[in-house]
């Protein structure tokens, strides 16, 4: 596969394959587990490894540690389980599982990738596909409230236009 714009034609077949993934395991209910994630995760990453990190880790050159704890992978998981929690607009589950994912930094590589399935996992469980996901591309930070409720808002919007545009004008 060729690339277009410096990007790896292969690693977006992956990431394209765990999407599908991540949509027939919401077709089927499944419920939103770190297992789940790794399988995906597998897949994006093209080989068999993809277990909880077991290091503290860093992005964006070192600026954002995330450090581990005994306790890390159990209070993501319980974030997870929370993506389906009953009673709260679904733009704010998406909003959070996606945030929760780059806070938690569960894997060693492509945590921002396994965050956009998880966000596309929790819209599709509920019926919900995205047209667009390019204003969601930009630098999120794990301490900023005010982001956290712009991203639930940005959401909310994304999700209205895809529903109001006709199929033939939306994008791929």
């Not at 900023?144 to 991203?151: C, F, P, R």
Request: aromatic letters at 8%.
């Amino acid at each position: 596969m060729a690339t277009r714009d410096g990007r790896d034609g292969e690693g977006t077949a992956r990431v394209l394959t765990a999407l599908d993934l991540a949509f027939a395991d919401a077709e089927q209910g499944r419920p939103l587990t770190f297992a789940l994630m790794a399988k995906w995760q597998r897949t994006v990453l093209g080989h068999g490894l993809a277990g909880f990190r077991t290091m503290p880790a860093f992005a964006k050159s070192g600026r954002e540690r995330y450090g581990l704890a005994p306790d890390t992978r159990a209070r993501f998981e319980r974030c997870l389980s929370e993506s389906a929690q009953p009673g709260l607009p679904l733009p704010s589950l998406a909003a959070r599982i996606y945030l929760d994912t780059l806070f938690f930094h569960p894997f060693e590589d492509a945590n921002g990738r396994a965050a956009v399935l998880a966000l596309a996992f929790v819209l599709a469980r509920e019926g919900v596909v995205l047209d667009q996901v390019h204003p969601l591309q930009t630098t999120r930070w794990a301490d900023d409230a005010e982001g956290a409720a712009d991203l639930a808002v940005l959401l909310g919007i994304l999700l209205t236009a895809a529903a109001r545009r006709p199929s033939h004008e939306r994008q791929s």
